[in-house]
RNA sequence: GGUCCCUUAGUUCAAUGGAUAGAACAGGGCUCUCCUAAAGCUCAGAUUUGGGUUCGAUUCCCAAAGGGACUACCA
């Protein structure tokens, strides 16, 4: 049992016995005692004052009295601050939670639920490179899927891959038309980026024709209708859904040159999946589910051949599931994804990880898969994460305004050795090869830690001109706290001969008294499997990011004012030592939940 | 027009309905003969507006203002 369990234990029977209040467990708040106040936990007592019939500080002195008196001395002092009880909690029991929690190998890891979830996300469309909104995508879907797995979920990564349609037709168009038979190989350039090129390119083409029309005195509407390019994407996709031999060969070979280059970007972003979906093999599933829907009424064709369902009556309008030549569309993949999905999993909970821009669609899909009968579409999550905005607003694929992944990286880990450079003290005699590979950490520790501390609901702000932060609230700040402990803990190793597993052998620590700021760490790691909980609960790796922070400045703060290794006192020296290591274990550990690595120096 | 989301220091972000709204960056000042100064300490600086609920509101409710998303036979 943790201290507020306990303590709301205490609480309640503190107030039945001094009011006769039959309270519950919610009624009980309890909260850190700020730092201007002397205590450890603060009973919040306004919920017992109307039973009570008496001034708020009257009674949280009464329960202060009855803790102290019958809390079997885990209560040792306390005061009262109007309606705020501040608790001074037993040095005894702190040092006996930081033995448990060192000696848990696994602590913060929850129970296993014995139940499975799928959390989809990345999802890309293979018509251009990944971007830095796919970035916060990818870097939520991975992170969520560690959380859940340490709140217990058996946990599937999926991705689909929107591998049909009309974008990647264009970029075939334009290849056909414009790349006189360019490849990977022939240019030096990543597949994926090859193949954006061609998109850009196929745009810009595009344009031109439809200014042309328009110069021509065709109003822009139909313009942009009747451009002969967009006609012959058009055919070019019907040619594909009829399995036409050459254009499927076009297809394939340019769709494995952007394989290639994304499986690179996730690699070096630190992600993976354990099932990858295709588009191209679902949609025919999604297809014969809009067929059934259609003979069994829920659907309806409309004259042109279009098959629509009708969603007036959930508040929402008409919703196109296929075309009028019969091609299927965003929602009918995704009906065919999630059946497929269902097919090869038992799936508890399905998490789609996809930005704020697709709630209605998603709104839609959960509506359309309960009415086609499936279970599982009502208790759909859509995990909704809001936009990377550039300062002068969205980022635009045609329109050349993103940011692109690879160069990302490649800038934060360039930008993490530049600076290591000056840093010479701690990276003598190292090789030039682990150097580099702090550097990559680092980076990519940087920009990991920059966009996952942001509350994923909301938009988030980047600034390509100012470079993220290496100090202050930040990844490497975290990592460097890391590399810090392990250096400690090397030497304690090498001068002092203390092996780490010797720490936890020392049985209870008769510490004469606790520093302040050992103390606060400790209080700091009892909160973690709650905060572990949290992040699960609101899907939140911010929610991580804030705690892996406060706690790298409660250790830098300690290790600022108590000497470890020059500590005389051999049992204080042990305890601090117990400490950092408990420390490092619990960052290295949160900063697993994030997809971020930790250097052992820096 | 309709639906949904957002608004906190100069900037980027925090705060289960709780005490004097926290950090970081940028700016001003300190601290390396001392376990890694990517650090520590310190000064200055903010809840868009108006109502309401509450012992108590950044948080919940209702308006208004500002910003964004969606409302495609794109994905």
Redesign the pocket.
């Known amino acids: 049992m943790n201290l507020e369990q306990i303590l709301t234990e205490q609480a309640l029977a503190a107030v039945k016995a001094l009011y006769d209040l039959d309270a519950t467990a919610?009624q009980v708040?309890?909260?850190?005692?700020?730092p201007?106040?002397e205590?450890d936990i603060?009973l919040?007592v306004?919920?017992f004052?109307?039973a009570a019939r008496k001034a708020?500080a009257q009674v949280a002195t009464e329960i202060g009295e009855w803790l102290t008196a019958n809390g079997e001395g885990l209560v040792n002092g306390y005061n009262a601050?109007?309606?705020?009880?501040?608790l001074k909690i037993s040095q005894s029991f702190y040092i006996d939670q930081l033995q448990a929690i060192a000696a848990d190998e696994q602590y913060g890891q929850q129970p296993d639920n014995g139940k499975l979830m799928m959390v989809e996300y990345s999802?890309?469309?293979t018509n251009k490179p990944l971007h830095l909104g796919h970035v916060r995508n990818n870097l939520l879907g991975y992170s969520i899927a560690k959380i859940q797995e340490a709140n217990g979920w058996k946990v599937v990564k999926t991705n689909i891959v929107?591998d049909?349609?009309?974008?990647i037709c264009k970029s075939m168009l334009a290849w056909l038309k414009f790349g006189n038979g360019e490849t990977p190989e022939t240019s030096g350039k990543k597949g994926d980026h090859l193949i954006g090129d061609y998109y850009v390119r196929f745009d810009k083409e595009y344009r031109k024709q439809v200014a042309e029309l328009v110069a021509g005195g065709m109003d822009e509407e139909t313009a942009k209708k009747e451009a002969p390019l967009i006609k012959e994407a058009?055919a070019m996709?019907l040619k594909w859904e009829q399995g036409d031999k050459e254009v499927r060969e076009l297809w394939a070979r340019m769709n494995a040159w952007v394989y290639a280059g994304f499986d690179e970007t996730y690699k070096r972003m630190g992600v993976s999946f354990d099932k990858i979906y295709y588009?191209s093999n679902t949609y025919l599933e999604g297809k014969s589910e809009v067929e059934k829907g259609l003979a069994s009424g829920q659907f309806y064709r409309?004259e042109?051949?279009?098959v629509w369902a009708n969603l007036e009556k959930d508040?929402l309008?008409?919703k196109?599931l296929?075309?009028?030549?019969g091609?299927?569309?965003?929602?009918?993949?995704d009906i065919g994804t999630a059946k497929l999905r269902y097919q090869d999993y038992p799936i508890d909970k399905m998490v789609y990880v996809v930005?704020?821009?697709?709630?209605?669609?998603f709104k839609v899909l959960s509506i359309l898969l309960d009415r086609l009968g499936f279970p599982f579409g009502k208790e759909l999550v859509h995990f909704s994460y809001?936009?990377v905005?550039l300062?002068n607003?969205?980022m635009k694929s045609r329109e050349g305004t993103v940011v692109d992944a690879d160069d990302l990286m490649d800038k934060m880990v360039e930008d993490?050795r530049e600076?290591?450079k000056?840093?010479v003290?701690?990276?003598q005699g190292i090789t030039p090869e682990e150097a580099q590979e702090?550097?990559r950490k680092?980076g990519l520790g940087?920009l990991k830690y920059?966009i996952l501390?942001?509350?994923?609901?909301?938009?988030?702000?980047?600034?390509p001109e100012?470079s993220i932060?290496?100090?202050?609230?930040?990844g490497?700040?975290i990592?460097?706290?890391?590399?810090?402990?392990?250096?400690?803990l090397?030497?304690?190793e090498n001068e002092l001969r203390v092996e780490s597993g010797e720490l936890r052998e020392v049985g209870k620590l008769k510490v004469e008294s606790l520093d302040p700021k050992e103390l606060a760490l400790i209080q700091r790691l009892m909160e973690y499997p709650a905060t572990v909980r949290q992040a699960g609960a609101d899907f939140?790796p911010?929610?991580l990011?804030?705690y892996a922070?406060a706690l790298?400045?409660d250790f830098?703060?300690?290790?600022?004012?108590?000497?470890?290794?020059?500590?005389p006192d051999e049992k204080k020296r042990a305890l601090?030592l117990l400490l950092s290591q408990t420390v490092a274990r619990t960052i290295k550990n949160a900063m697993g939940l994030l997809g971020i690595e930790v250097?052992?120096?820096?």
């Not at 501390?453 to 600034?463: A, I, Q, Y």
């Open positions: 919610q708040q309890l909260q850190k005692t700020r201007e106040f205590g603060t919040v306004f919920p004052v109307k708020p601050v109007q309606g705020f009880l501040n999802s890309p469309n929107n049909r349609g009309i974008h058009q996709l588009e409309r042109d051949g279009s508040g309008d008409e196109l296929l075309r009028s030549d091609t299927s569309v965003y929602m009918t993949q930005g704020n821009e697709q709630e209605y669609h809001g936009m905005e300062p607003g969205k993490a600076i290591s000056d840093k003290n701690t990276l702090i550097a680092v940087a920059f501390k942001v509350d994923p609901r909301k938009n988030m702000l980047f600034n100012e932060d290496f100090n202050g609230n930040t490497p700040f990592q460097y706290t890391y590399a810090r402990i392990q250096s400690v090397r030497k304690a939140s911010a929610v990011c804030n922070y790298a400045c830098n703060s300690f290790y600022h004012d108590c000497s470890i290794l020059n500590e601090r250097p052992d120096r820096m």
